[in-house]
């Protein structure tokens, strides 16, 4: 743990010089390629939508990392219970009901979901190869995404639960024009920062917590000193299924509620790459880079080859940073030498 | 009773080591040729033809290649939409670039072009595995088909960033692409083209080089020990499931849907060609096709269901419910079968090989 925090402060350290180089790179890169548009205050801008974005990213991210730490299941279902989590809150709210009432209502459908997964999907396959136990997420993938849109329907649903979305110009004096941030970014930045808090106190502090770690850390172990497995996978994938209603309600009200949600399940892919599968700060640090990452490659060299290139940039870097550290930021080193 | 080996000995190594030891196989399969050849052209009409046997045709040779790669060197890919579409505009370009080419040619040639961008997205094999080496093939399945979709230099410009096969024949007047196509050539020349391929892949996986392949996804440091060379195995699956994964990507575009543009080849395709193996069953050749076959019907019965039973369902809660049908199956396969609809096959072959006895 104390590994992991001084890696994790060496990292923070970096940052702002990691972000001064890449301005400069396109900084000189602009001067070169006149095509390009480039302003320090524009790529602060550019840079803090990104990694606002981020956060959105890191929140889906979050809930496959805990899947993983205590199961070893890589879930692809995330996605789809993003979606499900939010179609669900949708509905509850499109019923008149107030979002507080709405989201506990959709919590209790969270856990009930998880609970069926538990006994229906993942009891049956215990001691099965985890690629059997990724394809079986992957119909689940299919399941909720058509049973979803059965109960609910598909039209894009419009989620708004009272965050203010007003568009506001932080340091008007030091750049010209100010840099325009999105409130409602903030807030979702604020959101998973809570998030994260509640899940660290939650792991750390209580009974049920110190068990999800036991069970994370060795499966044999943790069941010969009483720690009912069964149990522990049901209460972590309710977990992941809460972490997933709130990244469906931040994404639902920032793009609408529709099924392309499910699908932003894939961009958190590269975020886990990037951070490690095991590790919660990895997913959020994971998802900051990326997130800024393809924002920027997209405004600033977007340009240079006919723009798109978010469909693939974070599979790119992700690919790219495999091959000099295959665990991750903060990922478990496993030594293999194959 | 008639599914029984007794009385067949082998005198020699080669009948040994036959491709088919049994006789009620070879009997069986030569059977199957010929149904295939020439009774299913001539009663199937032109509708069965083009959407249920090109497709699976299309489709089992794009999770022959898959399977070989996942199924028996253990490399799990979610690129395989990405290779299909390498192959898909690899053949175009060729195939409008040098007209006097000879259409088989230009697929084999299309096939190699995607061994080589296989081999590339494959080098990550080496150092990762698992669930890491699968993000890395999304890489390969975004970039590619965000290249396609472009630069329109992949398409001769065309505006819409369609293309269109240009009509070739397989021999003289007897055409195999484009508009003059009849169903049934197309589906003769896909017969047996693929069923060529399938037994070099059969063959092949009996080979020395399918070994490695297999020792290396049972326990690569053992494999490395006895001598195996990792980095030439992986990479000499990933070629040569590129190989065929590109060549299915050419003759889907080219032989079944005549015109296609890159965002056909989008993940789905990659994750129902994935399906197809695991459910087929991982590292088996006949998996492969037993598991296009279900993929493919799968979802035109389940079209056709509700209206054959009467009930009038919206074509919108149709599509969802297939998704769930679909997901329900895949999870319900799992549970009972991991093994797939391969080892159904051999199950129900021993069981064969006991009736009426019951042991």
């Given at each position: 743990m104390n590994a992991t925090a001084t890696r994790f402060g060496i990292w923070m350290a970096l940052v702002p010089l990691l972000i001064a180089i890449l301005g400069l790179g396109l900084q000189g890169l602009a001067i070169i390629d006149t095509s390009l548009f480039f302003t320090w205050g524009y790529f602060l801008e550019v840079l803090i939508a990104g990694l606002l974005q981020g956060v959105l990213y890191s929140l889906v991210a979050l809930g496959f990392v805990l899947i993983f730490k205590a199961?070893?299941?890589?879930?692809?279902a995330q996605g789809s219970m993003v979606l499900f989590a939010a179609l669900t809150m949708v509905g509850f709210i499109e019923m008149g009901l107030h979002w507080t009432l709405a989201f506990i209502l959709a919590a209790g459908v969270m856990v009930v979901l998880a609970i069926v997964i538990e006994k229906v999907v993942l009891r049956p396959m215990v001691n099965q190869p985890h690629i059997i136990l990724f394809m079986a997420t992957i119909g689940i993938f299919y399941f909720l995404d058509g049973f979803g849109q059965t109960l609910w329907g598909s039209d894009v649903k419009v989620l708004d639960i009272g965050i203010p979305k007003d568009p506001m110009f932080v340091l008007p004096n030091v750049f010209e024009g100010g840099i325009l941030i999105n409130s409602f970014d903030l807030v979702a930045a604020l959101v998973g920062a809570v998030l994260v808090a509640v899940l660290a106190v939650f792991f750390q502090y209580t009974r049920v917590g110190r068990a999800l770690r036991a069970v994370a850390d060795d499966h044999q172990a943790a069941l010969s000193v009483g720690i009912p497995l069964k149990t522990i996978w049901a209460i972590v994938w309710s977990v992941a299924g809460i972490v997933a209603l709130v990244a469906g309600i931040m994404w639902g009200s920032k793009a609408g509620v529709q099924f392309s949600l499910a699908l932003i399940a894939l961009k958190a892919l590269p975020v886990l790459i990037l951070g490690g599968f095991t590790s919660i700060p990895g997913a959020i640090v994971g998802g900051l880079i990326i997130g800024a990452g393809e924002q920027v490659a997209e405004v600033f060299l977007g340009p240079l080859v006919g723009g798109a290139l978010q469909d693939w940039f974070a599979y790119m870097l992700a690919l790219g940073f495999l091959l000099f550290?295959?665990?991750?930021?903060?990922?478990e080193k496993i030594i293999e030498r194959i | 009773m008639f599914y029984r080996e007794a009385g067949?000995?082998?005198?020699s190594y080669s009948a040994d080591q036959a491709?088919?030891?049994?006789r009620q196989d070879r009997l069986g399969l030569l059977l199957l040729g010929l149904v295939a050849v020439f009774a299913v052209p001539a009663l199937a009409n032109n509708y069965f033809l083009e959407t249920i046997f090109v497709p699976f045709l299309v489709f089992a040779m794009a999770a022959l290649g898959l399977n070989l790669l996942t199924g028996y060197c253990g490399q799990l890919s979610l690129g395989t939409g990405g290779f299909m579409a390498c192959g898909a505009f690899f053949s175009f370009k060729l195939a409008t670039a040098f007209p006097e080419l000879h259409i088989v040619v230009v697929f084999l040639l299309a096939g190699l072009g995607t061994a080589g961008v296989g081999v590339l997205f494959g080098l990550p094999s080496l150092r990762i595995k698992g669930f890491y080496l699968a993000v890395a093939t999304l890489a390969a399945q975004f970039f590619l088909v965000w290249m396609f979709n472009k630069f329109n230099w992949w398409t001769n410009y065309s505006p819409s960033g369609v293309i269109s096969a240009p009509p070739r024949e397989i021999i003289p007047?007897?055409?195999?692409?484009?508009?003059?196509?009849?169903p049934a050539a197309k589906y003769v020349f896909l017969l047996i083209f693929v069923a060529v391929l399938a037994l070099i892949a059969k063959n092949l996986v009996r080979s020395r080089t399918g070994r490695s392949w297999m020792a290396i996804r049972d326990m690569d440091i053992a494999a490395e020990i006895i001598g195996i060379r990792p980095l030439w195995a992986k990479l000499s699956a990933f070629a040569v499931s590129s190989f065929y994964i590109g060549i299915s990507g050419a003759l889907w575009a080219f032989v079944y849907t005549g015109s296609v543009e890159a965002?056909?080849?989008?993940i789905d395709r990659s994750f129902q060609v994935l399906f197809m193996v695991i459910i087929g069953g991982l590292g088996s050749i006949l998996g492969s096709f037993l598991g296009a076959a279900f993929i493919v019907l799968l979802p035109i019965l389940l079209n056709n269901a509700p209206a054959a039973l009467g009930i009038p369902l919206k074509v919108e809660l149709i599509s969802h419910l297939e998704f769930m049908i679909f997901g329900a199956l895949i999870i319900f396969f799992l549970i009972v079968e991991p093994h797939g609809l391969a080892r159904l096959w051999q199950i129900g072959k021993e069981k064969l090989r006991l009736w009426p006895f019951p042991y």
């Open positions: 199961s070893g299941i890589f879930n692809f550290r295959p665990q991750g930021l903060f990922g | 067949q000995f082998k005198t491709i088919f030891p049994i007047g007897f055409f195999v692409t484009g508009n003059e196509a009849s965002l056909a080849f989008q």
